[in-house]
């Protein structure tokens, strides 16, 4: 947790932030802490409050409670000195159909009044290179497919530098390959400095791209911290191969472990166990002197691994499995 | 980039966002079809009138209509009678009804306030837009109809509804005033269409929203046990223009139009100002 940091040192800060639509709470009491420099991962199952939240620090809707702090200055009071330095991508990518991509960037940088008009062409053409659009600038996006548009509002994201961006499921409808690109640019901006908030429901994204995350669920804040401090308190696991796996199971309950068998059709079959975080009475923790048992215990051992868990163990642990969102 | 720098940046007064938003508007195909739609009017109009053999006796058909076969300048101002009920207000419902819940329902309001446009600067750049199409429909119907006039019919020194006789250069500049008189008259109802569309985010509903509020106030301005609310309604001087076609231009209706059309623009303006400075964006 980065409960201690100062606020000048933190990119967004929000501080009981809800929201209410009549009698439904999306959003409850979350005090979000977004370090700056960070690349932050916005986790959570569909309907758990993510976008909701975004639209709130983005000042598109009231909070109905609580306060926000983007970039040092208070939100929404300083919302027409704070956007400007705030890039966005919110809930999708939107565009005038019937306007050219590079029109549609020129259109919504005349929104912004610090945009300067002389650049204004020069910066359009610089983000439609960079998220690889260049061939189709002068193409209708209307006729774009799911994956241009995501482009285009990214490069919309772009067009000025900027302190912090807000990308909401950036990589929806890109394939593979975009999603890759999507990952290196973020990369990339991030070592230049900027912080990047993403939101997702892709765990393997965020594992791959982000140093901090934070899990909504049912519209509350259920984790915070660094990508590291999140696998921490999930589970380690000691996985055996072995054909031996009645005695393998023997050996590790007497260490005091609870063993689970697990066969694999025309393999040997696994045994695996958690590992307890603190060293526990009569075992001394170390994954060798398990092996050294086994072996004294005549296990014939054929496969050993250690197995930090996953962000996906850890996120499901938090927000339940299937597709049973909590409303 | 740091903030101070930013700030150091030339702040742009929100023309580039007008110029945008002209861009966006005439470059939709929805607006050259209902401007084609209205220089058709006067077209109709005068190619029916020519194709005929009757001769019209005066009071027949809409006022001016009996002039035409004698001076091709009256086909404009005949176009405009017919147009104002109910077709100008039917393609500046379409505009004004598709300000800001065009946006909302594409998706494209939150990126203009994310940027950040500023509602209120939005606002006004939204009505300058809907403002600016009313001037072009008017002048639409004024030019087309004096063209296909000139075309069709002999042209010459206009007699007014006072008798007196004027030139065909001043004729035509009473045209233009008659435009700018009409523009006017429909700002009134353009500020309703812009509060009706920051209630919604389905365009098409608060197109035609608006449009029914023009038909309803016009109803109500016939009734005849209504007279008293027949100052108030927006729609009361429509049909006023008909004072600049006298000897000396009486301009009383003109200032009372005008203040009429500020205070509906006042209200309006208020009401759409007050429910989307604070509405939550959710589209």
């Keep these: 947790m980065t409960a201690t940091t100062s606020a000048l040192d933190l990119a967004i800060e929000s501080r009981g932030l809800t929201k209410r639509f009549g009698e439904q709470i999306a959003v409850n009491e979350i005090d979000l802490a977004v370090p700056r420099g960070s690349v932050f991962g916005f986790l959570g199952p569909n309907g758990s409050g993510k976008t909701t ?21 208070s939100m929404p009071d300083s919302l027409h000195d704070v956007l400007p330095r705030v890039g966005a991508l919110v809930e999708g990518p939107a565009f005038y159909p019937f306007l050219s991509g590079a029109a549609n960037l020129r259109r919504l940088d005349t929104a912004d009044r610090n945009a300067s008009s002389r650049t204004r062409g020069d910066r359009v053409e610089q983000a439609l290179a960079r998220v690889g659009l260049t061939h189709a600038a002068g193409k209708k996006v209307a006729a774009y497919s799911l994956g241009m548009k995501q482009r285009l509002g990214i490069a919309n994201a772009l067009l000025q530098p900027r302190e912090l961006l807000v990308l909401d499921e950036p990589t929806n409808g890109l394939d593979p390959q975009g999603t890759r690109e999507v990952r290196s640019l973020v990369r990339s901006l991030a070592a230049k400095g900027t912080t990047v908030f993403v939101s997702s429901h892709l765990l393997a994204e965020v594992e791959q791209m982000c140093t901090h995350a934070a899990v909504m669920s049912g519209g509350n804040l259920v984790a915070q911290g660094t990508l590291a401090d999140l696998r921490h308190v999930g589970q380690t696991k000691v996985r055996v191969r072995t054909p031996d796996a009645a005695a393998a199971a023997a050996v590790l309950t007497h260490l005091g472990l609870t063993p689970v068998q697990s066969d694999v059709p025309g393999q040997d079959p696994w ?5 307890p975080r603190e060293t526990s009475v009569g075992l001394t923790g ?13 296990v014939r051992v054929r496969g050993f ?5 996953s962000l996906e163990e850890r996120f499901v642990a938090l927000t339940g499995e299937g597709f049973d969102v909590l409303q | 980039m740091s903030s101070s720098n930013l700030s150091s940046m030339r702040r742009s007064a929100g023309l580039d966002l007008l110029g945008s938003e002209l861009t966006v508007l005439f ?33 027949d058909g809409p006022p001016f209509l009996d002039r035409v076969t004698q001076n091709g300048l009256f086909v404009a101002f005949t176009a405009m009678i017919v147009a104002i009920p109910l077709f100008l207000p039917l393609t500046i419902g379409v505009v004004a009804g598709d300000t800001i819940a065009g946006e909302a329902g594409q998706g494209t309001l939150r990126y203009l306030l994310v940027a950040p446009a500023g509602r209120v600067r939005l606002l006004l750049v939204k009505y300058a ?5 009313c001037l072009a429909a008017t002048l639409t119907l004024a030019v087309a109809g004096t063209l296909i006039g000139a075309a069709l019919f002999p042209v010459g020194p206009v007699t007014l509804l006072s008798g007196d006789v004027i030139s065909v250069p001043e004729s035509l500049m009473r045209s233009g005033l008659i435009s700018l008189y009409v523009t006017v008259s429909l700002l009134g109802f353009a500020a309703i269409g812009l509060f009706i569309s920051t209630l919604t985010d389905v365009p098409v509903g608060a197109m035609a929203a608006t449009v029914v509020v023009s038909v309803v106030v016009q109803i109500l301005d016939v009734l005849p046990q209504l007279s008293w609310l027949h100052p108030w309604l927006f729609s009361h001087y429509w049909l006023g223009f008909a004072d600049l076609l006298r000897q000396p231009m009486d301009l009383s209706s003109f200032g009372d139009n005008a203040l009429l059309q500020l205070g509906y623009i006042a209200v309006f303006g208020a009401l759409a100002y007050g429910r989307f400075s604070t509405k939550d964006i959710l589209s």
């Design chain 2, 129 to 133: 837009g809907v403002a600016v199409f």
């Design chain 1, 53 to 73: 939240s975004i639209r709130m620090l983005l000042g598109l809707t009231q909070a109905s409670s609580g306060q926000i702090s983007v970039l040092g200055q």
């Design chain 1, 305 to 309: 691994l250690i197995e930090e868990s």
């Design chain 1, 271 to 275: 045994v695996s166990a958690p590992l």
């Design chain 2, 27 to 59: 470059r939709r195909r929805r607006t050259w079809a209902m401007l084609v739609a209205i220089a058709l009017i006067p077209v109709l109009l005068a190619v029916a009138v020519r194709l005929s053999s009757e001769t019209l006796s005066p009071g």
């Design chain 1, 286 to 298: 170390q994954p060798e002197a398990i092996v050294t048992a086994l072996v004294s215990g005549g």
